[in-house]
């Protein structure tokens, strides 16, 4: 059995919704990594930021010690604090990157979805090609064969 010719006209209009659907999601996709990415170095520059300038405070408050519980207690505060704060911070780190990678499974469940949109349109356009191909011709009669 010969598998009759498949019309590209028959999923022309519906290849261009899919293509253009399918095009915007990777550009949202795109567009959610490099925001995501942004603001996690933000936050980790600004934390950078924040912790060079403790780490200075902290050697000029250990420079007007006089005692050495002076300096011990300058430095289990500075060390607490240091603690407490990078885990802050990467909890907050950890916290955008899975933030990012919700959306982005959001957007690749979108992109699924226009894939199986795109299969089922390509079978029904498939399915529209075969039922032209096998309607009967209908000739009309030339006066040559009438009889």
Do not use: I
Not at 43 to 60: G, P, W, Y
Not at 115 to 139: G, I, Y
């Amino acid at each position: 059995m010969m598998m009759p010719a498949f019309s590209n006209w028959a999923f022309a209009e519906r290849e261009d919704r899919l293509e253009e659907k399918t095009f915007e999601g990777f550009q949202h996709a795109h567009r959610t990594v490099w925001d995501q990415a942004e603001k996690a170095f933000d936050d980790h520059m600004n934390f950078v930021s924040h912790r060079l300038h403790e780490d200075f405070e902290c050697a000029k408050a250990l420079g007007e010690c006089t005692m050495p519980d002076q300096a011990f207690a300058t430095l289990q505060t500075f060390y607490t604090k240091m603690a407490d704060e990078y885990q802050s911070h990467f909890k907050k780190q950890f916290e955008l990157l899975q933030n990012g990678l919700n959306e982005s499974m959001a957007t690749a469940e979108e992109l699924g979805e226009t894939a199986l949109e795109t299969a089922s349109e390509l079978a029904h356009a498939a399915e529209e090609s075969a039922q032209e191909a096998t309607k009967p011709v209908s000739r009309k009669k030339t006066p040559a064969s009438k009889s």
